[in-house]
């Protein structure tokens, strides 16, 4: 137990010793980093300032950073890492030169491409100068055979309105405006015939029609798509072979209905004014508005879906006393047609004598002379 004691005491007393001169060495390791750390050394060991290690100085051998390790070596010492500022400024500036080049080469590239960019527009343009030299017929005959012709923008469309028309003519330059037909007229090959009726006279009015035998195709249209189906619903129970055509349905759906109509599938389409305008189905021989347009402009494309390419059509509308703002313009179209007639009931009909909106000027009193005794 002694001899246990004995030696604990004497490993407490080494230990304290071995601290105290660890953090000698320590603190003189620090101090020689701290003046020495950016002093050059020639391969012999000598400096370069010409002065001599230091008495009681710890050597620090100095090898290049690929030779030099940290942490601890194979004794088990910890090994000093001394830096190179020297060797880390030459890296530095061979990494900044390497991206100021790749920064060159960059923008070098880019003025290249838009150069040529720029003298491929100017080889291959195309935009028609704004000249009474450019207009001249004879110049552009001359240029239509070669590379140097301008591009030409053609625009089809079965309307026109004329908001579309005021913005076209601001971004173009001298357009030409070609008018092929009556604007916003029927074609004269179309017969129109109007009836006056009421809601509950028009499925009746709607069967006798159907029943005269008029040949397939036939395009009927209403005003909703609820009523859309409705009476294709109807139609269907009465024996007809009629399909539908709207806003709800999909464009599968819609492609399948024309589809469908044009190959003779179906006989009839029931549709709204999403079938009035755009679409080409040929040799619809009656249009029959099972509800009248809310505008004559929806009328006029309603009815032109018959009597297309040359050929003739009917155009049979049934007209109530809620479609009377249409009355007037409706009695112009029917009037001013070579081969329709106007109903007595519709071209005498108070609506239909002045166009909706118009005020009246009140008669004049005559002149009168006034007797005053």
């Known amino acids: 137990m002694l001899a246990f004691c004995l ?54 051998s100095r090898h290049p950073p690929a030779q030099r390790g940290r942490g601890r070596g194979p004794s088990g010492q910890n090994r000093p890492h001394v830096t190179d500022h020297a060797s880390i400024n030459q890296k530095q500036m061979l990494s900044k030169t390497k991206q100021v080049q790749k920064q ?29 030299e450019a207009e001249d017929s004879e110049t552009l005959l001359a240029n239509f055979a ?40 029927p074609v004269d090959k179309v017969q129109q015939i109007a009836y006056i009726v009421t809601n509950q006279e028009k499925r009746h009015r709607l069967v006798q029609i159907l ?13 909703q798509k609820k009523g859309c189906d409705v009476l294709a619903k109807s139609l269907e129970k009465m024996g007809y072979n009629a399909i539908t055509l ?10 399948y209905a024309l589809a469908s109509l044009k190959t003779g599938v179906k006989d009839i389409l029931v549709a709204t004014n999403v079938a009035g305008r755009g679409i080409d189905i040929r040799d619809v021989s009656v249009v029959i508005n099972f509800d009248m347009a809310k505008s004559i402009e929806d009328y006029t494309h309603r009815i032109g879906r018959t009597g297309r390419a040359g050929k003739t059509g009917t155009a049979i509308t049934f007209l109530t006393q809620d479609d009377s703002e249409v009355f007037y313009d409706l009695k112009q179209i029917l009037q001013g047609s070579p081969i329709s007639t106007c109903p007595p009931e519709l071209a005498n009909h108070p609506e239909a004598q002045n166009k909706p909106g118009t005020v009246m000027n009140r008669k004049k009193r005559q002149e009168e002379t006034i007797f005053v005794d």
Not at 117 to 126: D, S, V
Not at 152 to 177: D, G, N
Not at 211 to 223: A, C, L, S, T
Request: hydrophobic share 25%; charged share 25%.
């Open 7 to 60: 030696l604990s005491r004497f490993c407490q007393q080494w230990y304290k010793s071995f601290q105290t001169v660890n953090q000698c060495h320590i603190a003189e390791m620090v101090s020689f980093l701290l003046t020495d750390s950016v002093t050059n050394y020639h391969q012999d060991g000598t400096r370069t300032d010409g002065r001599h290690h230091q008495q009681g100085r710890p050597q620090i």
């Open 104 to 132: 060159q080469g960059t923008n070098q590239k880019q003025e290249q491409m838009s150069s040529n960019r720029k003298q491929a527009q100017q080889e291959l343009t195309n935009q028609k100068p704004d000249t009474d």
């Open 146 to 185: 070669s590379k140097k012709k301008y591009r030409q923008t053609v625009m089809f469309t079965a309307t026109m309105p004329t908001a579309v028309e005021r913005v076209a003519r601001s971004y173009l330059r001298r357009p030409a405006i070609v008018y092929i037909g009556s604007i916003g007229k």
């Open 211 to 223: 029943e005269k035998g008029y040949d397939p195709p036939i395009m009927i249209f209403v005003n």
């Open 246 to 255: 709207h806003g709800g349905k999909s464009q599968e759906q819609r492609e």
